[in-house]
């Protein structure tokens, strides 16, 4: 089943009070290119999310943010400077006892001194915190994974129908082809007469001609590719596996035949199925841009 390169998906998930949330968006790239904004406390583990990343994405350009919303009041140490706080407080003393000051010593007052409180990060169990993010990213790729690939089922079925049609319209070419051969045959003897009233044709000059110019024209081989090459547009869609680069040089080889069909067939009514046909194959091109 094919799958679109766009999408968006967005997860969160809490547990021991951490809480992230994780959206991952995606649009169409030739390579694949991913690019994941966090923050920088969880920069370790970035490989482990990419390698994730990548396990299920293989074509497109790929962005994941990544927040942490809540932290675990493990990950915080309060931490009091009690030797550094006594001696503020009978500096303080001494100060209010030499001048006769008021007394007005407070909690508040001590605790703005530089360093008498520190906050220091604990030491972080970084397999729960995976584990919690982990979650939300994959939340959030389910999300995604869902939504490209709805897209992809819409692009599926454009495609199939466009290469049905392209099949009917190269069933009308290859009814015309032999009828073009008649027309120059009949054109060729009219303009024989023409010239020559009073001379009877070359039956076997006529036909050297008309063989000639049926060789010349003839598209059988590549009617024949054509049709091998819509039928294998038909079973690529349902493969499950990424197909969008198999598509885009099938495509090519489509377009190249009925290339080659349109200047060999030398007749109005073939050419304008040809264009037809072109513009076809044109926005199938333009919808396996989107083709993971």
Not at 34 to 62: A, F
């Amino acid at each position: 089943m094919l799958k679109s390169m766009t999408g968006f998906g967005r997860g969160e998930h809490e547990e021991l009070g951490r809480s992230f949330t994780v959206e991952i968006k995606t649009v169409n790239h030739r390579y694949t290119d991913v690019s994941i904004k966090m923050p920088r406390q969880l920069s370790y583990l970035e490989d482990k999310i990419r390698k994730y990343v990548l396990g299920s994405i293989s074509r497109g350009k790929i962005d994941v943010f990544i927040t942490q919303d809540k932290y675990s009041e493990e990950d915080i140490n309060i931490v009091l400077d009690d030797v550094l706080a006594s001696s503020y407080i009978k500096a303080l003393h001494t100060l209010r006892d030499k001048f006769e000051l008021t007394d007005d010593i407070s909690v508040s007052m001590v605790a703005r001194f530089p360093d008498i409180i520190n906050v220091t990060k604990a030491e972080e169990d970084k397999e729960q915190i995976w584990n919690t993010l982990f979650a939300a990213i994959e939340s959030s790729m389910g999300n995604l994974m869902e939504m490209r690939t709805a897209e992809g089922e819409k692009l599926s079925q454009d495609i199939s129908t466009r290469g049905k049609y392209i099949k009917s319209v190269v069933s009308k070419i290859e009814e015309r082809s032999p009828v073009v051969v008649q027309e120059y045959k009949i054109k060729l003897e009219d303009r024989i007469k023409e010239v020559a009233k009073d001379v009877t044709a070359d039956e076997n000059r006529v036909a050297f001609e008309v063989a000639l110019f049926a060789d010349r024209c003839s598209i059988a081989e590549e009617v024949v590719r054509l049709y091998s090459h819509i039928d294998q547009l038909e079973d690529i869609i349902k493969q499950k596996e990424p197909v969008g680069r198999k598509l885009d040089f099938l495509v090519q080889e489509m377009n190249r035949e009925i290339n080659t069909i349109g200047s060999k067939a030398n007749d109005v009514t073939i050419a304008r199925y040809v264009v037809d046909v072109k513009s076809e194959i044109e926005k199938i091109r333009e919808q396996i841009q989107n083709i993971e």
